[in-house]
C-alpha cells in the first residue's frame, strides 16, 4: 500500500474548516493529482467548528503539538494574525514541516525572513489563498507569465469593501447595513477595519507587488487608504461623470521607482473592471509580452478560499511525491540586484484626480479656484456644479482633472482650502483609466 501525505490543520474557522471539507470530499481526485493518498490526520483547534464533521481525525487544543508531530509532512495554517501563526509556522518550519498558509498578513508582514527560514530547512512555504480567495493569481503570475516582465498590476483585492461599494452604488444601502451582511455572509476579517481601512488590501498588494517584480515584501511601503470615508454623494458625482468607484490595489513600474497603492479609484464605468461587483476580486496584469490579463472571481468566503488551500497542498504533495526541488520564492534572495528598486513615495505617483469641494455660490469663485489649479499646471477635464439648496449661500462643486502628480494636486487643494469661499475640506480621490 503506498503510504499517504500526512497533513495537519491548524485552525478549523471559515477556511480551515472548508479546506478540511475539500481534502476529505474530494480525496480521490487529490491523489489522482498526486500520485499518492493525502491524509488529514491531525486538527488544531481550540474549539469545534459545528459546520465541519472531523470524523476520525486527532484533535488537539495545542496546535504546536501538531508542528512537532513527526508523522506530519505538511502543515495548513488557517489561523489568521500575526501572533500565534507566526510562532507556529516559525515552529513548523524549524520541525522540516512544509507549510501551507492563507494568512495574508503574517506573508505580507513576516515573509520576508518567513521565506529565508524555509529556505534554509529546505521546505516549501506557499500561500496562494493569501490573495484574491479562489482566484490562483499568485500562480498565473509566478507561473503562467513567468517569460514576461510584469509592468503594472490593479485589482480589486478586498471582497468586503468590493461588497460594500457595490450595494452602496446599486442598491443605495448603507455602509454598516452591508458591512454587517458582509461579517455575516464570513467574507469581513475578525477586525472589519483591516477590509474598511484598506490593509487586508495592502497585505495582498505588498504580495503581488513582490512575486509580479521580485521585490521583497514591503508592506509597511504601501500608500494605504480605505472606503470608510466614501460617502453616498461621492458615488453619485462620480456616476454623473461616468465614473465608478472602486477600491484598487495598484502595483506599477516607472523610471523611477515603483508605485505600490490601495486606494479608492474612479475607474470609467465601461472598465471591466467597474464591473466587478459583490465579493468577486479581479486583478488586471499587465505583462510585455502578453499584454493585459484578466483573472476574476470570488475573493473571499470559505470555499473559495479553500480551493486555494487545496491547489497549495496538492502543490507540495506533489514535489514530495515525484521529488521535485521546494518552491520558497527565490526572485528577491537570488536577484537582489531587482531589490534596489525603490518604492516611490505617493507625492510623486501621477493620476487624474476627482475634487469636491463646498463653495460659496457667487461671481468669481469658480475662475479662483480654476486659477489655482491652473497656476499648479493642473488641467481641469470636467465640472459639476448643482444649485443652492433653498436657505443655503453654498454648493457642491466637482472637479475631474487631467493627469497630475499627487504633490502638485496637494498643494493645489491646500491652496483651494484656504480660500475664505471654500468651506471645510475638499474630498480628492485618484482617477485610473488602466488603459494600456
Ligand atoms: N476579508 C477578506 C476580503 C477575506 O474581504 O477580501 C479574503 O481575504
Redesign the pocket.
Known amino acids: 500500500m503506498v503510504e499517504p501525505i500526512k497533513i495537519g490543520i491548524c485552525g478549523l474557522g471559515t477556511v480551515g474548516g472548508s479546506a478540511f471539507q475539500l481534502l476529505t470530499r474530494n480525496a480521490h481526485l487529490v491523489e489522482a493529482q498526486v500520485g499518492r493518498p493525502i491524509l488529514v490526520t491531525h486538527i488544531g483547534t481550540r474549539r469545534n467548528n459545528s459546520n465541519c464533521s472531523v470524523d476520525d481525525t486527532i484533535i488537539h487544543r495545542d496546535i504546536f503539538t501538531i508542528a512537532a508531530e513527526p508523522t506530519i509532512d505538511i502543515l495548513i495554517e488557517t489561523i489568521g494574525g500575526c501572533g500565534t501563526a507566526r510562532e507556529l509556522v516559525e515552529y513548523a518550519i524549524d520541525n522540516g514541516k512544509h507549510v501551507v498558509t492563507?494568512n495574508?498578513a503574517l506573508i505580507a508582514e513576516h515573509g520576508n525572513a518567513l521565506f529565508e527560514r524555509a529556505r534554509t530547512k529546505g521546505v516549501s512555504i506557499v500561500y496562494e489563498?493569501?490573495?484574491?480567495?479562489g482566484i490562483p493569481i499568485i500562480k498565473a503570475v509566478r507561473e503562467g507569465l513567468a517569460g514576461n516582465r510584469i509592468e503594472w498590476l490593479a485589482g480589486i483585492?478586498?471582497?468586503?469593501?468590493?461588497?460594500i461599494l457595490s450595494e452602496m452604488q446599486s442598491k443605495g444601502r448603507t455602509f454598516d447595513e452591508v458591512l454587517s451582511e458582509?461579517q455575516q455572509l464570513g467574507?469581513?476579517?475578525a477586525d472589519?477595519s483591516?477590509?474598511l481601512e484598506g490593509i487586508?488590501?495592502a497585505h495582498?498588494l505588498a504580495i503581488l507587488a513582490s512575486t509580479a517584480f521580485g521585490i521583497p515584501l514591503q508592506f509597511d511601503k504601501v500608500f494605504t487608504q480605505g472606503i470608510s470615508t466614501i460617502e453616498l454623494q461621492d458615488i453619485t458625482y462620480a456616476r454623473e461623470l461616468g465614473y465608478c468607484i472602486k477600491h484598487l490595489g495598484i502595483a506599477r513600474r516607472t523610471d523611477h521607482g515603483i508605485e505600490l497603492r490601495v486606494h479608492p479609484t474612479l475607474l470609467p464605468c465601461s472598465h471591466l473592471l467597474a464591473n466587478i461587483n459583490g465579493?468577486m476580486?479581479a486583478v488586471l496584469v499587465a505583462g510585455d509580452a502578453a499584454g493585459p490579463t484578466l483573472y476574476c472571481g470570488a475573493?473571499?468566503?470559505g470555499k473559495a478560499?479553500a480551493s486555494a488551500v487545496v491547489a497549495d497542498t496538492i502543490d507540495v504533495a506533489r514535489s514530495l511525491a515525484n521529488g521535485i526541488e521546494n518552491k520558497v520564492p527565490y526572485l528577491a534572495f537570488h536577484h537582489p540586484y531587482l531589490s534596489d528598486e525603490q518604492i516611490l513615495p505617493i507625492e510623486e505617483v501621477e493620476s487624474g484626480f476627482y475634487l469636491r469641494m463646498k463653495a460659496l455660490d457667487k461671481p468669481g469663485v469658480l475662475a479662483a479656484i480654476t486659477q489655482i489649479l491652473s497656476d499648479t499646471g493642473i488641467s481641469v477635464e470636467a465640472v459639476i456644479q448643482k444649485e443652492p439648496k433653498q436657505n443655503e449661500n453654498s454648493v457642491p462643486l466637482i472637479l475631474l482633472t487631467a493627469c497630475t502628480h499627487e504633490g502638485r494636486l496637494i498643494d493645489a487643494v491646500t491652496t483651494i482650502e484656504s480660500l475664505t469661499s471654500v468651506s471645510g475640506s475638499v474630498v480628492h480621490m485618484r482617477v485610473e483609466l488602466l488603459s494600456k
Open positions: 492563507a495574508k489563498a493569501a490573495v484574491a480567495g483585492i478586498n471582497g468586503t469593501a468590493n461588497f458582509a467574507y469581513a476579517e472589519p483591516f477590509d487586508d488590501a495582498k465579493v476580486n475573493g473571499a468566503g478560499t
